[in-house]
């Protein structure tokens, strides 16, 4: 290893080891119950910030998180590990949220053209906005959360471990 800790590599040979993809969950809040890293033998990746920020942060850490993830992987090179990306769009870094969601959408639908591979977590700020966008979208598609969304990220984290498939997770309550 010429890297201590290489993201890439160690869910690589997890993904390939169990021949089955991850999904990502990626927020500039928290996830409740779960820290950013690998989870279930690299069934489940999680971007996230440690602790939950004052909202003037949140452009910023979107951006970092956003940043970390594309430089941990080449999407257009390491798409094939991901089955399933789920992008949380509060309030505070909508623009960036759903950017990150559209750009994550576009690189990885060459690889597969399984339909919607990119779910956005959206609270109901400017929910209409965020409907549109997934409805315009042929990669982006969204489901409703609570105001912060770490409650329902960390559902949706332990779905995901229990085995259920990503595309059948629709909105916990809200
Ligand atoms: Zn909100």
Redesign the pocket.
């Known amino acids: 290893m010429n890297e201590k800790t290489n993201v890439k590599e160690e869910l690589e040979a997890l993904v390939n080891k169990n021949d089955k993809k991850a999904v990502v969950l990626m927020t500039y809040n928290t996830v409740e119950g779960f820290k950013p890293g690998i989870y279930g033998d690299g069934r489940l990746i999680v971007y996230s910030w440690d602790k939950k920020l004052r909202s003037e942060k949140c452009k910023e850490a979107a951006k970092d998180i956003t940043d970390k993830f594309y430089k941990d992987f080449n999407l257009r090179r390491d798409g094939n590990l991901f089955e399933h990306i789920f992008v949380y769009a509060?309030?505070n870094a909508m623009d960036e949220a759903i950017s990150a969601a559209r750009m994550i959408g576009h690189d990885l639908k060459d690889y597969e053209n399984l339909g919607k591979k990119v779910t956005m977590v959206g609270?109901?700020?400017d929910y209409n906005k965020k409907a549109r966008i997934a409805h315009d979208s042929y990669s982006v598609s969204l489901i409703q959360c609570e105001?912060g969304g770490d409650v329902t990220m960390g559902k949706i984290a332990k779905a995901i471990l229990e085995g259920k498939d990503p595309k059948t997770i629709k909105s916990y309550g809200k």
């Open positions: 509060g309030m609270c109901d700020c105001c």
